[in-house]
């Protein structure tokens, strides 16, 4: 994976303010390697060599780290400086961090912020960097003082050497150090001696965020710029029949009227872009554009239509991802048998900065800014369709007003490049909240047929769920849509399965126009719906108490101590029967979470919901605050796919366009949300989603605690319980 | 087009700009003050909340001929270096996820502190229940609120 890459490079000299008198070591990932190679910027440069993510010393003592992640609020800006500056021996105030433009090789083969995977993915080579510089400081200041490096420790930005008390500051070190080659071998520190990782530290980019600073995508300027909406079918696959700008043209401030195609999946979404010289007057123009669509051709769905077709895939046999021993025949043998279907409904992602993209395009050279999940998939991916060399595309990442899987992909980055490189100008696409909400990808909308049986004792002895939903991956151009979905099983702890004897896990894959996409914690969101409903059914059905009935299918110390804590946390022994409360637990990107929630009912009759505990064991973690932030994030977001919103379709077209329609929760939906980390020394799991899919099941399964009500379909209105 | 001067945080602007154009894209495309978001375009997230004369008003449905010499204050007027209690409060609840809400859950908060010292969370909640954030930074939100009322009793302290 090694690649010459001159703009990266001067991007990376530019961006880390690289100097010969800086030390500044890197990363990258040797072809077939699975461990990373740590080298100084010097030898990479000789080696012809794009380190992955780096950290440079100057000077004055001060880190540059270039990121590697987006920021879009699950606090990468945050995680990645903690742990290097431990490792580092250097306070946090010392280390600042920057964004790392798209590169495709650099970052190990993937730069998406998705699958929570910040700290997960690259712990172990940051912890290593941090510790290697810091390994080679020690080194330069033995060298220097004449003594064994043994005798030698760092602390606080400064080595010192034990006998004799001598100290010198990283930033008199670093000429020396970046001379040196970096150790093989590095210790790590261990957690008991972690002063910056595992503490609640404030986040770096909290300040920018309550003045107004923080640059989003689409507060991006660019001399000459100018701002671009677009009208897009409303009918995922239409295309452009005829469309008359004749008034559009005259109005104030108008540049361009034209057509474009913007690549979704293996279709085209066709649309007349509008450039003017402010957003608003694109705007504005914009309504007084006549389109006709031509509409023919393919399926007007609505959602009745759709979910009845997907009740009905049901009775199909699934295409397996899982099985194990003999369902079938188990499950006829059982002492006590249950089945029960649920739904849960298509979603927007509606992240408060609707989708945007700035593009310049010159000549050879593309270059874009804006909200990104994954630079390096758009800068392959801009390569590929205009046919350009890599080094030739730079994308730039801007903050991210909410991603959650709507910004990690191609489309509106690709569409924003067509109208640059049409009108030879500078251009920001903005997309209305209405196009945002309205044009998808969204999350897919799925039903579920579950089936166990249990044995006297209240063990599952048969367990049997089939899914009937979009399979995202086969809308991709050429794919086999005899493939399974990979994702039947996700949101379902790995012990449980591992318990289980007999079971079957499959999927109907729907066929739809409607464009569908990861959504924060993708089938977990749904599926844990449907399979811990379902487990509390199972419960009732063997009269044990839920967390008991769990503790019999979840044989697994780890688990144990997240009931345990889940059980004192809440007061679960001394709860009173029927009194609201109900639990979850699920599993997905390597972390395991349960929720419980109490609900009673007001004077006037609507739910309220009082507690939410949430306990999450997510490994090694590196920040308790962002884990608890994302928590309580995930838990709200949670809240309105179950009670508040939905997107639904009638004619083929989205319904829901905008927050009038698509009610988000509101703060006095939310109470204080309660949430508790596991210790232990696991490998690290995500934390930007798993707090998401207990959610819904805990509280439905707490509303049937209260009121004998089982629900079965999501989303459902709170008031009318 | 007209001209118009705006009072924007204490100072005076001039603008060319069509009579229906929003506040909104006055302050964003006109006069490149990009702290104020849009979210919604019709008055139903807060995303671009801005002051008017003291009073939280949505800058996305306010046309910039009925603005006229009322003073308008964005979060840039809050204070650029984090010093009002609010933001200090903000910083301490570590409210933000993706940030992009902020600006104008921050100009919300603002007004209702002014208007009420001691809100209780119903108060809380009915000032802001205009301000959608889908990070889900509800509950810190309405500590953040609390801890800057506290804030504004205390005698003026030195600033953290
Ligand atoms: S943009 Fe004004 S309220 Fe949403
Ligand atoms: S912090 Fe992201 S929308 Fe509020």
């Known amino acids: ?721 | 087009m007209a001209s118009y001067k705006l009072s924007i945080n204490g100072a005076m602007h001039a603008v060319e700009a069509d009579p229906k154009m929003p506040l909104l894209w006055v302050l964003r495309d006109l006069l490149n003050m990009t702290g104020t978001k849009y979210g919604c375009g019709m008055s139903q997230c807060g995303a671009c909340t801005v002051h008017l004369n003291g009073n939280a008003i949505r800058s996305c449905s306010m046309p910039v001929s009925a603005v006229g010499n009322q003073k308008i204050t964005t979060i840039e007027g809050i204070s650029s270096d984090n010093t009002n209690a609010v933001q200090q409060a903000w910083i301490a609840e570590q409210v933000p996820q993706c940030g992009y809400c902020q600006s104008g859950q921050i100009m919300s908060a603002v007004a209702l502190l002014k208007r009420n010292p001691n809100p209780t969370d119903r108060d809380i909640d009915l000032a802001m229940q205009g301000n959608i954030c889908r990070c889900g930074t509800y509950p810190r939100i309405r500590k953040a609120i609390h801890k800057a009322a506290a804030m504004l009793k205390q005698p003026p302290a030195k600033s953290f």
């Not at chain 1, 960097?129 to 490096?149: D, N």
């Not at chain 1, 006829?332 to 395009?361: F, G, Q, R, S, W």
């Not at chain 1, 800014?369 to 080094?391: H, N, V, Y």
């Open chain 1, 1 to 721: 994976m090694q690649q010459k890459n001159s703009i990266n490079r001067r991007a990376f000299l530019k961006l880390s303010s690289f100097t010969s008198a800086a030390l500044t070591i890197g990363f990258y990932f040797p072809a077939l390697a699975e461990e990373s190679t740590i080298l100084t910027a010097a030898t990479a440069e000789d080696l012809g060599i794009v380190l992955n993510a780096f950290i440079s010393i100057d000077k004055s003592g001060k880190v540059n780290i270039i990121n590697h992640r987006a920021e879009m609020g699950q606090g990468a800006f945050q995680a990645v400086p903690q742990m290097i500056a431990e490792e580092l021996e250097v306070s946090l105030d010392k280390v600042s961090i920057a964004f790392g433009p798209g590169h495709q090789t650099k970052y190990g083969g993937s730069q998406i912020t998705g699958g929570s995977s910040t700290v997960r993915g690259a712990y172990k080579h940051l912890l290593r960097t941090g510790a290697t510089a810091r390994e080679m400081l020690v080194e330069a200041a033995a060298k220097k003082w004449g003594v064994p490096a043994t005798e030698c420790y760092a602390l606080d930005g400064k080595v010192i050497h034990r006998p004799t008390n001598k100290k010198l500051v990283y930033g008199e070190l670093v000429e020396e150090a970046a001379k040196l080659t970096p150790p093989k071998q590095v210790a790590l520190k261990e957690r008991k001696n972690y002063t910056i990782i595992g503490k609640p530290l404030p986040r770096q980019d909290t300040p920018p965020k309550v003045n107004g600073k923080a640059e989003f995508g689409l507060d991006k300027k660019l001399p000459g710029m100018l701002y671009a909406v677009v009208e897009r079918c409303p009918y995922f696959l239409g295309k452009v029949k005829t469309y008359n700008d004749s008034v559009v043209k005259t109005m104030p401030g108008v540049k361009h009227v034209f057509k474009v195609q913007m690549p979704v999946f293996d279709t085209l979404r066709e649309g007349i872009a509008i450039v003017a010289d402010n957003t608003w007057s694109a705007m504005q123009a914009r309504k007084a554009l006549q389109v006709e669509w031509d509409t023919t051709g393919f399926e007007h769905l609505d959602t009745a239509a759709l979910y009845n077709r997907m009740k009905e895939d049901l009775r199909k046999p699934g295409l397996s991802q899982r099985t194990g021993g003999n369902f079938d025949a188990t499950y006829d043998k059982a002492a006590k048998k249950l089945e029960a279907i649920y739904e849960t409904p298509y979603e927007a992602h509606a992240c408060m900065e609707p989708l945007n993209c700035v593009a310049d395009v010159k000549d050879d050279q593309i270059t874009v800014w804006g909200p990104i999940q994954g630079p390096d998939w758009i800068q392959r991916d801009l390569a590929e369709r205009f046919k350009m060399p890599m080094e030739n595309i730079t994308v730039h990442m801007t903050f991210l007003g909410g991603g959650f899987g709507r910004k990690a992909f191609t489309d509106y980055t690709t569409e924003a490049v067509l109208i640059s490189k049409e009108i030879k100008a500078p251009v920001q696409v903005v997309w209305t909240r209405e196009d945002d909400m309205t044009q998808g990808p969204f999350r897919p909308g799925a039903v579920y047929e579950c089936k166990a049986g249990i044995s006297d004792n209240g063990r599952i002895t048969a367990f049997q769920t089939k899914m009937a939903a979009q399979n995202m991956d086969h809308q991709w151009p050429h794919a086999d849509k005899s493939n399974f979905n990979g994702s039947t099983t996700e949101g379902l702890p790995e012990v449980f399965i591992n318990g289980l004897d007999h079971y079957s896990f499959s999927d109907i894959p729907t066929e739809s126009p409607i464009p569908v996409m990861w959504w924060r914690s993708v089938y977990a969101s749904t599926n844990g719906f449907a399979y811990e409903s379902f487990m509390d059914e199972l419960a009732h059905a063997a009269k044990l108490d839920p967390l008991d009935f769990h503790r019999l299918q979840l044989r697994d110390e780890r688990a144990e101590a997240l009931m345990q804590m889940l059980e004192e946390k809440t007061g679960w022994r001394t709860r009173e029967k029927n009194s609201g409360w109900g639990m979850a637990i699920t599993e997905c990107f390597k972390s395991m979470v349960g929720e419980a929630v109490k609900v009673s009912k007001q004077p006037d009759g609507k739910l309220k919901i009082d507690r939410i505990v949430a306990v999450m064991d997510c490994g090694w973690y590196v920040n308790p605050d962002i884990i608890r932030a994302q928590v309580e994030g995930s838990i709200v977001m949670a809240l309105g796919a179950a009670t508040t919103h939905e997107t639904h379709f009638t004619d083929g077209k989205a319904v829901e366009t905008n927050f009038h329609q698509y009610h988000m929760p509101r703060i006095m939906d939310v109470p204080d949300i309660e949430v508790y980390i596991m210790e232990n020394e696991e490998k690290p799991g995500g934390v930007g989603e798993p707090g998401l899919p207990p959610f819904a099941p805990a509280l439905c399964n707490a509303i049937f605690d209260l009121t004998g009500k089982r629900i079965r379909k999501l989303p459902f209105n709170m008031n009318e319980v």
